[in-house]
């Protein structure tokens, strides 16, 4: 298994966490403390090389938020390897644009809980 929390990420993870988009900020607030449905969130974590948005280790769960950076050939691409690499080790990732967050945030929640055990 691949090796998580990286010694070598841990300031990246924290430049992060203390400065998350408003998107993350404003589902962090649904996650933290096991608000939804009991389970226990981490944000900005690292999983091999990757930091990821959030994750649940008992549902072995990656969710990721993508703004305007992400809607690119680019960046699509480098988000689908990044994906494919995780799913590789055994995760599930779940990605939503940020303004689905804002948008829709009962549909975002319920796409979430529908990954549950």
């Known amino acids: 298994m691949k090796r998580h929390d990286d010694p070598n990420l841990r300031p990246y993870r924290k430049e992060l966490r203390q400065n998350l988009t408003p998107a993350e900020a404003y589902l962090w607030k649904q996650l933290q403390n096991k608000k939804l449905e009991g389970r226990k969130f981490r944000r900005q974590h690292s999983i091999d ?7 649940c ?13 992400h809607m690119n050939p680019t960046a699509e691409e480098k988000d689908l390897k990044r994906t494919k690499n995780l799913e590789g080790l055994g995760f599930t990732v779940i990605r939503f644009e940020n303004k689905m967050v804002f948008e829709n945030l009962r549909s975002v929640l319920q796409e979430i809980r529908s990954h549950f055990k």
Request: proline share 0%.
């Open 49 to 55: 090389r990757y930091i990821v948005d959030f994750y």
């Open 57 to 69: 280790a008992s549902e072995r769960l990656i969710i990721e938020l993508d703004g305007e950076v």
